[in-house]
């Protein structure tokens, strides 16, 4: 309930502060929650960064990315004959499997939430999808793992979630710190100017640019287009226009990941040496009998062997103080040896676990003995965090991408998807009617799949 009151009162506020930017500062709102604010300046910086020839490649690559073996079709469509064009789809297809299995295969294979055949249903949907495949084929696994738990009587997890930085959303697992907020604003910011750059570069009329505001803080950036003057425009401008605010966001992805992959072995072998210094001994506090994630149950093989208060001295031979040790001391394909001692009886004993669960745990919750007199170094809070930063900076601007990547309006993909599925269709009816049919059938699809994933929010 806390949660719904602290939104509520926020929605009221936004709405206060932006009836007295409209009312009295006669300033335009959207939504009536948020403030545009437009401003001259931004457009000048605009109009300087389109003038670089990157933006047509880099929305080609963005194209290809967010609709895979599709997108890579939309672009050679006039090169090749009908019998090079379906060869050259199976092939990058094939392609972009193996690709997408490399990035992604190990997130998601080895995900307790998503069993094996969904993970390769995923994999496909990339392949044959790009980004938009990624989102997509999500929706749909999960709402699959919703149905099918739902008539088993279980309780699923939504398959979609509210971020909002800060506040812990009820039923969603991840907790966005907040530093997230400034991360989407900057990403915003970026999502924005891309497409503003390529209304510049196309001599697209423009009519205002701007920044949204929340209240008195700043929320993203704007650039409203002249609807008319697009309607006129090349389809293939339209496209690419529409391709570089999410391709904006892949780039910005890709530059955080390599800095993440530079920096996690490093930081982690230093954090860690600190964490084995800072804890003298862990104390077992908690013992389940099973863990249930999404409905799912995974018995835990450390139930009535190990208690509640046993202090752990050895796991296979390997003497354990700190959390670092005990994890790094568990097997995962055979029997596990703990050696502990009860605070509560005094009594040191010896217990055989099985191996770890599908999740890789045994069941435990531990607490740390935390040497006081340690001086932790100021660096390692810096450390941590701007790891920290690096991964939330990548996963959010992966995440941009691939939402605005999907078939369907008011996404950047539901314009695009329009122009490459329509000439799929049988050309008797003119290129309007058909991409209203593309628009008609993905918008009731994903409303459909989105529905299904927030049913559990209910239940």
């Known amino acids: ?41 931004l457009k000048k910086t605009i109009q300087k960064i389109s003038k670089h020839k ?11 990315a967010g609709f895979g073996a599709f997108g890579v079709d939309y672009l050679i469509k006039k090169k090749f004959n009908k019998s090079k064009r379906i060869l050259i789809f199976l092939l990058s297809s094939i392609l972009f499997y193996v690709v ?15 069993s094996n055949i969904g993970a390769h249903i995923i994999i496909i949907f990339c392949a044959i999808l790009g980004l938009s495949g990624f989102t997509l084929g999500g929706l749909f696994v999960f709402s699959m793992d919703i149905i099918v738990k739902m008539f088993a009587g279980s309780t ?40 503003g750059a390529m209304l510049f570069r196309y001599k697209m009329k423009i009519k205002s640019v701007g920044v949204i505001l929340a209240g008195i803080f700043p929320l993203g ?87 509640i208060n046993d202090q752990i001295i050895r796991i296979n031979g390997q003497d ?57 170094p100021k660096r390692y809070s810096f450390y941590k965090t701007f790891k920290e930063i690096m991964f939330w900076s990548f996963l959010l601007n992966f995440v941009i991408a691939s939402t605005n990547f999907l078939p369907s309006i008011p996404f950047d993909g539901g314009y695009m998807s329009q122009n490459i599925f329509s000439d799929y269709l049988n050309k008797k009816n003119n290129k309007q009617k058909r991409m209203k049919k593309i628009a008609k059938f993905f918008g009731s699809v994903i409303l459909l799949l989105i529905l299904i994933n ?4 209910f239940l």
Request: aromatic share 10%; proline share 5%; glycine share 6%.
């Open 1 to 41: 309930m806390n949660f719904i009151y602290g939104a509520i009162i926020v929605i009221f506020t936004l709405f206060i502060t932006a009836l007295i930017a409209r009312k009295v500062f006669k300033k335009q709102t959207m939504l009536y929650l948020f403030i545009l604010l437009k401003t001259k300046g």
């Open 54 to 64: 990157f933006w047509d490649r880099l929305t080609n690559f963005g194209i290809v």
């Open 100 to 114: 997408y299995y490399i990035f992604l295969g190990n997130m998601l294979l080895n995900n307790p939430i998503i």
């Open 156 to 195: 699923p997890c939504p398959g979609v979630g509210v971020v909002l930085p800060g506040i812990k959303v009820p039923k969603n697992p991840l907790f966005f710190p907040w530093y997230c907020w400034i991360i989407l604003i900057i990403s915003g910011f970026v999502h924005e100017l891309a497409h």
């Open 221 to 307: 950036a704007f650039v409203e287009p002249d609807e008319k003057e697009m309607k006129k425009t090349d389809e293939k401008k339209l496209m690419k226009m529409y391709s570089a605010g999410p391709t904006s966001n892949i780039i910005l992805a890709i530059l955080f990941g390599i800095i993440l992959l530079l920096i996690s072995a490093p930081i982690t072998n230093y954090t860690n040496k600190i964490d084995q210094n800072i804890e003298t001994g862990l104390q077992i506090i908690a013992v389940d009998q099973n863990t249930n994630i999404c409905g799912t149950i995974y018995d835990n093989p450390a139930h009535e062997k190990l208690k």
């Open 320 to 376: 354990v103080k700190n959390r670092v040790d005990f994890t790094n001391s568990l097997h995962s394909d055979k029997e596990n040896v703990f050696v502990v001692k009860n605070t509560d009886t005094n009594i040191t004993r010896t217990e055989i676990i099985p191996k770890t669960n599908e999740l890789g745990r045994i069941g435990v919750t531990v607490s740390a003995t935390i040497d006081k007199d340690y001086v932790i």
């Open 454 to 457: 927030i049913l559990p929010y």
